[in-house]
Structure formats: C-alpha cells, structure tokens
C-alpha cells in the first residue's frame, strides 16, 4: 500500500518561501506525482504535477514561475519549493501519485493522496 506522507508546511510572509516534501513510507517506486490545495470554502485545485522520470512538468497559471516540483527518485521523495508566496497561496496542500509514469492535472486520475499539510501566507 502506498503511504504520502507530507512535511515542510507552516506559516511564511508574503514574498518567503517554504519547500513542502512528500516521502513515500513503504519504499515503492512512484510515478506520475502532483501537488493539489485546498483553501478554506473552495475546492480542491491543480498545483503541479510531475512524471515519473521528472523531464516532464506542468503548473496551474496561478504558480507558474513561482512554484518549481522536483522530485528524487531514489528516496522515493517528492518537493515542492514555493517562492514569492502571496495569501491567496494559503491552503491545505496536498501530494498524490498516480499508478501510470505520465503526469496529469485531473485529481480524477491519481490513486494515492497523502493527509495534507497546512500553509499559511500573511500579508
């Protein structure tokens, strides 16, 4: 069974940067990855998603060229580094891994999510 397990949020101003980590916990070799987010009274929201090799990568406009995935193989470890961070980027963030190695935007096409994890924004 594959376990997300999230870490790295907390509260940051406006302008910081936080990175959020997602570990797998049993050990298995993930494949397509993404970041969703929840902010309070919305739903949940593409943030980015990743391929399994890592040479493929997709944002939501709204974090293009703030946000940058990445991911580690080899510690079956995946990121999210979060810079120039605004309040509306204030959310539950959450990670997921789908069963094929592609990347995808769709929530509906992932089978694994994590618990999320808290990132707060002040102005």
């Known amino acids: 069974q594959v376990q997300l397990v999230e870490s790295g949020g907390g509260l940051v101003q406006a302008g910081g940067s936080l990175r959020l980590s997602c570990a797998e916990a049993?050990?298995?070799?993930?494949?397509?990855m993404g970041w969703f987010r929840q902010a309070p009274g919305k739903e949940r929201e593409f943030v980015a998603t990743?391929?399994?090799?890592?040479?493929?990568?997709d944002y939501a406009d709204s974090v293009k060229g703030r946000f940058t995935i990445s991911r580690e193989n080899a510690k079956n470890t995946l990121y999210l580094q979060m810079s120039k961070m605004k309040p509306e980027d204030t959310a539950v963030y959450y990670c997921?891994?789908?069963?094929?190695?592609?990347?995808?935007?769709?929530?509906?096409?992932?089978?694994?999510w994590g618990q999320g994890i808290q990132v707060a924004v002040s102005s």
């Open positions: 990743i391929s399994r090799t890592g040479l493929t990568t």
């Open positions: 049993s050990g298995r070799t993930l494949n397509g």
């Open positions: 997921a891994a789908r069963r094929y190695p592609t990347e995808t935007r769709d929530d509906h096409d992932y089978d694994y």
